[in-house]
């Protein structure tokens, strides 16, 4: 079986709604007070209350965060994420998430990654927001993410860069793919950037056509509107292996003979960094028989656009191929396992028919290597003894 979240945002999602949804679900309320001095963000406090939304009870989350610069660049978002103690994992699906918005507001404003400056997404608040959620589901042992239709809002409001239209011109970017629907009626904004590229980076899509619901929680939006509640409603649930296994995704295509090899190497890192599953480069033949490459970029449909603007930004060429492919994903469990003293992630595939695959984290490997003197196949030997020790435990 494999554990997911589903997220229903039918009143939009933002960062502290789905915080709020977590408590629901059992977050520790002490774990959430104790995250702003975990990220080392000093004179942070947490005001957690329950509240009711149309009637439905759920957990609001405010931080009381004093002066803060105006904006900060992702390389100093990044730097507090490094640093912290959170699991390797949750780091960089924490940072795919900023990586996502700075790569959208680079686009929007016609500038690159570097000099973004990051304004609502950037503060205190937000990095609170994006860590506490990424590392609040892994908490709760969530393997895989869904989610339904968002509702985006209506009306206008009023930003850094003047009054906007809903969904602001980040947020819409980030929903590209996604299923979305305006409003309700004068309900305003619903769907903040935050909240639109945490889902944008962590949803599969839709729900599986069937699962085993656990148990649902509600986190409550700042809005309280007349007669219906403003608030994220969260399911945890189980799904067989079968029926998550299989993915729909969009391969992108293009052909180079123009571009060296080293520029080549940092198209394929800038789409990784930007949220690519996967890129290939591989030789090719072109017209007149001139050798070349292609590059091939596995992305989910909500990402495809936005790859695809990037891969002819950063490559030479002028025209890219987008093509439907099916993907089996075995089912996975993120682990640690502790060998010659040192801690190692894991992660353990299980295989169609019964049976288990565990791989080791490399850099880990080598981090170990380092440390110990051993040999890597000596550390990997070691890995699969104590895994099969603990499973036999």
């Not at 949220?275 to 909500?302: F, N």
């Amino acid at each position: 079986m494999t554990n997911i979240a589903i997220f229903d945002p039918f009143s939009g999602i933002a960062g502290d709604m789905t915080l709020g949804a977590l408590l629901d679900l059992g977050l520790d309320p002490e774990w959430l007070k104790a995250l702003p001095a975990t990220l080392k963000l000093d004179g942070v406090s947490v005001r957690l209350e329950r509240v009711k939304r149309g009637e439905i009870a759920g957990w609001k989350v405010d931080f009381d965060i004093p002066p803060q610069p105006h904006g900060r660049h992702l390389k100093h978002i990044k730097a507090i994420v490094d640093a912290s103690p959170a699991p390797a994992l949750v780091k960089e699906r924490a940072m795919l998430v900023f990586e996502a918005v700075t790569t959208v507001e680079a686009s929007i404003h016609g500038t690159t990654l570097e000099k973004v400056h990051l304004h609502e997404v950037g503060a205190v608040d937000a990095i609170l927001d994006v860590v506490g959620s990424v590392w609040g589901l892994h908490l709760l042992g969530v393997e895989k993410v869904y989610n339904t239709t968002i509702a985006m809002g209506d009306g206008f409001i009023d930003a850094a860069h003047g009054r906007l239209a809903v969904p602001a011109p980040a947020t819409l970017r980030l929903l590209e793919g996604l299923a979305v629907r305006p409003g309700p009626e004068n309900s305003g904004e619903l769907t903040t950037p935050t909240g639109a590229a945490l889902l944008r980076v962590l949803s599969s899509g839709a729900p599986p056509a069937e699962y085993r619901p656990r148990k649902s929680g509600y986190g409550a939006g700042t809005k309280d509107f007349q007669g219906r509640a403003n608030a994220l409603r969260i399911t945890l649930a189980e799904v067989q292996g079968v029926a998550a296994a299989h993915e729909t995704l969009h391969l992108l295509a293009a052909d180079l003979d123009d571009l060296s090899g080293e520029y080549v190497a940092a198209a394929a890192d800038a789409l990784r960094t930007a949220g690519a599953l996967d890129v290939t480069i591989l030789q090719t033949l072109m017209k007149k028989g001139r050798p070349g490459v292609r590059l091939e970029v596995l992305c989910t449909p909500s990402d495809s656009s936005r790859l695809e603007d990037l891969l002819l930004r950063e490559s030479t060429t002028i025209g890219v191929r987008r093509s439907e492919v099916q993907r089996r994903a075995l089912d996975r469990r993120i682990g640690t396992v502790e060998v010659f003293g040192q801690v190692i992630t894991t992660k353990t595939v299980s295989l169609p028919g019964g049976g288990e695959r565990i791989k080791p984290e490399f850099d880990d490997v080598a981090r170990v290597v380092a440390a110990t003197g051993r040999t890597a196949a000596e550390v990997l030997a070691e890995v699969v003894r104590r895994s099969e020790v603990i499973v036999s435990d």
